[in-house]
């Protein structure tokens, strides 16, 4: 986890960070997000969403153990 249980962490707080960068309204709990989009949502709003979580996610990669 990128937070311990009951905290928030520097990596956590980049990573929102990126997501509102990127234009999406994440509700981050300790060290999950939560993606709730719109019932109405279409296909491309959908794609397009999960693009930008892509770009806000890599930018938190570096934390990751198992990174290069």
Known sequence: PLA???ASSP???????ACRA???LIFANFNRLHVV???I????EA????ER?????ARGE??????S
């Not at 949502?41 to 491309?44: R, S």
């Not at 794609?47 to 999960?50: A, E, I, K, N, Q």
């Not at 979580?53 to 996610?57: G, H, I, K, P, V």
């Not at 570096?62 to 990174?67: I, Q, T, V």
């Open 4 to 6: 311990p249980y009951g």
């Open 11 to 17: 990596a956590m707080n980049e990573l929102i960070a």
């Open 41 to 44: 949502i279409t296909d491309d």
């Open 62 to 67: 570096r934390y990751y153990l198992g990174a």
């Open 47 to 50: 794609r397009d969403g999960l």
């Open 53 to 57: 979580l892509d770009r806000a996610l």
């Open 37 to 39: 989009p719109p019932c």
């Open 22 to 24: 990127e234009g999406l």
